[in-house]
C-alpha cells in the first residue's frame, strides 16, 4: 500500500506544501501526545513531539536533510510552532504547536484517523478543508519549483547579456554601468530571498527606480549637481550684469 502525507490547505496557502506537511506531523503527534497523558512529553504547560532532522526525512523520503532544516526554520519564524532541545541527544529536538498564534481551520481534531503508524508514520486522514496527496505530487510540486529556479537564472543570464536592454536602463535613468550591475545584483537577491514570482525586465527597472529614489547617495549626486550647475550659472550671469566677471 502506497504510503501519503497530508497536509491543512490553509497552511499550505500560507507556507507552502512542504511547510504544510511538516507542521501537520507535528500538530497530529502533539496532541497524540496530550490524548495519552504522557509526562515525558508535557514541558512548560504543554506537550510536545521530539524528532531530528533525520527521522523527519526517514518519515518523509521525499525530503532531505537540509529542507527539513529549512522548513522548520519557516515554521518558527511564521510563529506556528516553537522548538526546543531539551538536552536531547542525538540532535533531537522538541516540537510544540504555538497556540497564540493558532492557524485557522487547524482547531479541531482530524476525523477517522484510524490507528497511530509504526515510527510515526503516515499522518491522519483530513476533514474536508485538507487535501491528500502522494509522493507523485509532491514530485511535481519540486518539478515546478526547479523550472521556476530555472526561470531565474534564466533572466540572469539575460540581465547579464544583453546589451540592448541594459543600455536603453542605463540611459533611461542616468546611471553607469557598475551602478546597474549593483542594483540588479541586489534587486534580483531581494526577489530571490523574498521568492518573487515576477522576475521580468519591466519589474525590474520598477525597482531601480525606487532604489535610486532611497539611495542618499545616489539622490545627491543627481540632484545636486544639478543643484549645484545651475548656481554657478546663476552666479556667472550676476556677475556679468554687474560688471565683476573679471574681464
Given amino acids: 500500500m502506497a504510503q501519503t502525507a497530508t497536509f491543512d490547505m490553509d497552511i499550505a496557502r500560507e507556507v507552502g ?24 512529553a508535557f514541558h512548560d504547560g504543554r506537550y510536545w513531539m521530539f524528532s ?15 529542507q527539513v532544516e529549512y522548513t522548520i526554520a519557516k515554521l518558527k519564524a511564521k510563529g506556528l510552532i516553537d522548538k526546543a532541545t531539551f538536552g536531547m541527544a542525538n540532535n533531537k529536538c522538541g516540537f510544540a ?17 484510524g490507528t497511530a503508524p509504526q515510527n510515526c508514520g503516515t499522518a491522519p486522514i483530513y476533514s474536508k478543508n485538507r487535501k491528500r496527496i502522494g509522493k507523485e505530487y509532491i514530485e511535481r510540486g519540486n518539478a515546478r ?18 546589451t540592448i536592454k541594459r543600455n536603453q536602463f542605463i ?12 542594483y540588479a545584483d541586489e534587486i534580483m537577491g531581494e526577489w530571490e530571498a523574498t521568492d518573487a514570482e515576477d522576475w521580468s525586465w519591466r519589474h525590474l527597472y ?25 548656481r554657478r550659472n ?13 574681464g
Avoid at 485557522?104 to 477517522?112: F, V
Avoid at 519549483?145 to 544583453?162: K, L, P, Y
Avoid at 546663476?234 to 573679471?246: C, E, K, N
Fill in 206 to 230: 520598477n525597482h531601480m527606480r525606487v532604489k535610486i529614489q532611497n539611495d542618499g547617495k545616489d539622490k545627491r549626486t543627481y540632484s545636486e549637481v544639478l543643484q549645484e550647475r545651475q
Fill in 171 to 182: 540611459s533611461s535613468l542616468r546611471i553607469d554601468e557598475e551602478r546597474f550591475n549593483r
Fill in 52 to 66: 531530528s532532522a533525520g527521522e523527519f526525512v526517514k518519515q518523509f523520503p521525499f525530503f532531505t536533510v537540509r
Fill in 97 to 113: 504547536v504555538n497556540e497564540h498564534r493558532p492557524p485557522q481551520n487547524c482547531g479541531t481534531a482530524p476525523q477517522n484517523c
Fill in 234 to 246: 546663476a552666479v556667472d550671469i550676476i556677475s556679468i550684469l554687474t560688471g565683476q566677471d573679471g
Fill in 17 to 40: 506544501v512542504n511547510a504544510a506537511i511538516l507542521f501537520r506531523h507535528i500538530k497530529y503527534w502533539c496532541e497524540k501526545n496530550e490524548k495519552a497523558h504522557k509526562d515525558a
Fill in 145 to 162: 519549483e526547479d523550472d521556476r529556479n530555472s526561470e531565474h537564472e534564466n533572466f540572469r543570464r539575460e540581465v547579464a547579456d544583453s
